[in-house]
C-alpha cells in the first residue's frame, strides 16, 4: 500500500497554534458509518449521539512539563526533552520513578556519550548511551527529589514541533492547563505528548454524560513522541512503528469484554491500547495488565473491541491517519477514499487541525 495515500493538502493556517477559548467549544465533525454522511456540529453536542450504557474508553495519562532547558559546561544551551524511564517495559508502571532517562538532546552532536549538562541548584545529567535514532540515555544527578520532581517545578509541556511561538510566561502556564486532559491521573504521569481527542471534554460535560448513564472506563497509554512521525517508507507495509507502554485496569477489561453499549473510544491512544490488548486476550484478566504496544492499524484491518471513535485531525503521511482510514471501513480499504473526502470538507469548512483543533465523532 503505497504512503502516498495518505497525503493530503493542507494550509498552514489551518494547523492550530491555540486551544479553543472552552475546551468544548471546539467543532465536531459527526462521521455515520452506515448512512455514509457527516454533520458539522460543536463538541458540546456530544451528549446527544451517546446515550445510556455506553463506555468512553479514555486514556488518563498525564503530560509530563519534560522540555527542560539547561547549559553545557562551556555555556552553549541544550534542551532535554524526558521521554520515558530507561527501565524494562515489566518495570514501568505508572508510579515508578527513575534518574535515568531516554531523552532527546539539542544539540544533539555536541553531546557525545560522557557529556554533561545540567542547571544550577535543579540537576544535572550525564549521557550514557546514545541511539543510531537519535535518542540519549542520561543519568540525572538531582538536588530536592527525582527528575520528573524537577521537571514538574521548571519543565515545559513537550508541544509537539508544528505548534510554535510559545515563549512568554502566560505561554507555558496556558500549555500546562489546556495541554492536559481535565481528567489526566497526576498519579500516572507518564506521557510526553497529550491523548489530544480528551482535550475537548470538561467537568461539566463529564458530568452531564455520567448523568445520562454514559459510564467512563480508564486505561494509560505512555504516549510518546513517535506518534508524530511521519511514515517515511515509500509502503505502508515497510514502516517500522514506534512502541509505547500501556496499562488496562482489571475493570477496563470487564467492560472491554462485557459491554453495557457502545465502546467509544477516546481517541487514538486508547484505540491502540485495546486493540492490542485484544490481539492476544479473549477474556479478561483477574489482575491489571501491563505490555507495550507495537501494534500497527492501517486498512483493511478490522476492529475488536471498538464501535465508535473520538479523534483530532491529523498529519499526513501519519500512523494516526492510517488508523481513522482502517476505521471508517473495518476489514475494507474503502476508508482511505473516505477519509480524504472528509478531509478535504475539514479544509475547505476551515476546521483547526492538529493538537489543538478540533474533533471527529466517528459513529
Known amino acids: 500500500m503505497n504512503t502516498a495515500l495518505f497525503d493530503f493538502p493542507l494550509p498552514a493556517h489551518l494547523v492550530a497554534q491555540r486551544p479553543a477559548e472552552r475546551r468544548d467549544g471546539s467543532r465536531l465533525l459527526v462521521v455515520h458509518r452506515a448512512a455514509h454522511t457527516v454533520e458539522h456540529r460543536h463538541f458540546r453536542d456530544l451528549p446527544e449521539y451517546l446515550r445510556a450504557g455506553d463506555t468512553l474508553f479514555r486514556n488518563n495519562a498525564a ?35 527513575a534518574q535515568e532517562w531516554w531523552c532527546l538532546l539539542r544539540p544533539g552532536k555536541k553531546l557525545p556519550v560522557g557529556a554533561t549538562f545540567g ?24 538536588t530536592n527529589g527525582d527528575i520528573l520532581a524537577v521537571a ?24 500546562r492547563e489546556r495541554y492536559q486532559t481535565v481528567y489526566a491521573d497526576r498519579a500516572k504521569q507518564v506521557a510526553a505528548a497529550a491523548p489530544t481527542a480528551g482535550l475537548h471534554f470538561t467537568p461539566e460535560l463529564l458530568a452531564q454524560l ?25 509502503r505502508i507495509e515497510d514502516h517500522a512503528i514506534h512502541r509505547e507502554v500501556y496499562e488496562i485496569p482489571a475493570a477496563t477489561q470487564r467492560a472491554l469484554f462485557v459491554p453495557t453499549g ?87 469548512r476551515e476546521y483547526r487541525f492538529f493538537s489543538y483543533g478540533d474533533a471527529m465523532l466517528v459513529l
Not at 542547571?119 to 538531582?142: C, H, P, Y
Not at 479523534?311 to 473516505?338: E, K, M, Y
Request: glycine residues 8%; negative net charge; charged residues 20%.
Open 63 to 97: 503530560v509530563i512539563p519534560a522540555r527542560l532547558h539547561a547549559t553545557r559546561p562551556t555555556g552553549g544551551q541544550v534542551e532535554c526533552l524526558l521521554l520515558r524511564p530507561a527501565l524494562e517495559v515489566s518495570s514501568l508502571r505508572s508510579e515508578t520513578s
Open 119 to 142: 542547571r544550577a541548584g535543579f540537576f544535572t545529567g550525564i549521557v550514557q548511551e546514545k541511539t543510531e535514532d537519535g535518542l540519549a540515555r542520561v543519568a540525572f544527578t538531582t
Open 152 to 175: 514538574n517545578r521548571i519543565g515545559e509541556m513537550p508541544l509537539p514541533p508544528y505548534i510554535t511561538g510559545h515563549v512568554t510566561d502566560a505561554d507555558h502556564a496556558l500549555d
Open 210 to 234: 455520567s448523568a445520562a448513564g454514559v459510564n467512563f472506563a480508564e486505561l494509560t497509554l505512555h504516549v510518546g513522541l513517535g506518534t508524530f512521525r511521519p511514515i517515511t517508507a515509500e
Open 262 to 348: 457502545r465502546r467509544i473510544a477516546v481517541g487514538t491512544t486508547s484505540v491502540r491500547s485495546l486493540e492490542d490488548f485484544l490481539s492476544t486476550h479473549a477474556s479478561p484478566t483477574d489482575r491489571d495488565y501491563l505490555a507495550e504496544a507495537g501494534i500497527f492499524i492501517y486498512p483493511p484491518r478490522p476492529f475488536r473491541g471498538v464501535d465508535a471513535l473520538i479523534t483530532n485531525f491529523h498529519q499526513p503521511r501519519s500512523t494516526l491517519l492510517c488508523l481513522v482510514a482502517a476505521f471508517l471501513a473495518p476489514g475494507a480499504a474503502d476508508g482511505i477514499a473516505w477519509l480524504k473526502e472528509i478531509y478535504a470538507d475539514a479544509v475547505a
